[in-house]
């Protein structure tokens, strides 16, 4: 039995595979700097939302420039809703709010922060265009 025929086969397969696998490396290679790159950015967003939400706590209760200087209350959420309607670009919902401020979407979470934004439009902060649908009083 003649096996040159299926030698020379298996070396032609074994040249191709190698020939991909030299081709892959540098690909790979590439692509895992750039998830490094990526990891890194994540870690440094999630140090700088810890910061903000730690530095959200001390914003002052008192709502800056409203006639009478109405106080908000005392819960550290009230200015962190706030903060997340000033970067706002259109109106925003309850769970539009959660996840801005990391809460896991739970019914709970999403109705205390509802009751929350509805005492802000009670103390004229936030307005309520449709049930559900918030946003900052101009």
Same mark, same amino acid.
């Given at each position: 039995?003649?096996?040159?025929?299926?030698?020379?086969?298996?070396? %032609?397969?074994?040249?191709?595979?190698?020939?991909? /696998?030299?081709?892959?490396?540098?690909?790979?290679?590439?692509?895992?700097?750039?998830?490094?790159?990526?990891?890194? $950015?994540? !870690?440094?967003?999630?140090?700088?939302?810890?910061?903000?939400? *730690?530095?959200?706590?001390?914003?002052?209760?008192?709502?800056? *420039?409203?006639? *009478? /200087?109405?106080? %908000?209350?005392?819960?550290?959420?009230?200015? $962190?809703?706030?903060?997340?309607f000033?970067?706002?670009?259109?109106?925003?919902r309850?769970?539009?709010?959660? !996840?801005?401020?990391?809460?896991?979407?739970?019914? @709970?979470h999403?109705?205390?922060?509802?009751?929350?934004? @509805? $005492?802000?439009?009670?103390?004229?902060?936030?307005?309520?265009?449709e049930?559900?649908?918030?946003?900052? @009083?101009?």
């Amino acid at each position: 039995m003649n096996l040159n025929p299926l030698l020379q086969a298996l070396d %032609l397969q074994q040249d191709a595979a190698r020939a991909l /696998s030299d081709e892959l490396r540098p690909r790979i290679d590439a692509l895992q700097d750039e998830l490094r790159e990526a990891e890194l $950015r994540l !870690e440094h967003l999630a140090i700088t939302r810890t910061t903000v939400t *730690g530095l959200a706590d001390r914003i002052p209760t008192q709502a800056a *420039g409203l006639p *009478g /200087s109405l106080e %908000l209350p005392e819960h550290p959420d009230y200015p $962190r809703i706030l903060a997340v309607f000033n970067d706002a670009v259109g109106p925003l919902r309850a769970r539009d709010i959660c !996840e801005a401020l990391d809460l896991e979407l739970l019914p @709970k979470h999403v109705e205390r922060t509802r009751t929350k934004m @509805k $005492r802000l439009v009670t103390l004229g902060l936030l307005a309520e265009a449709e049930p559900g649908t918030f946003s900052r @009083k101009h």
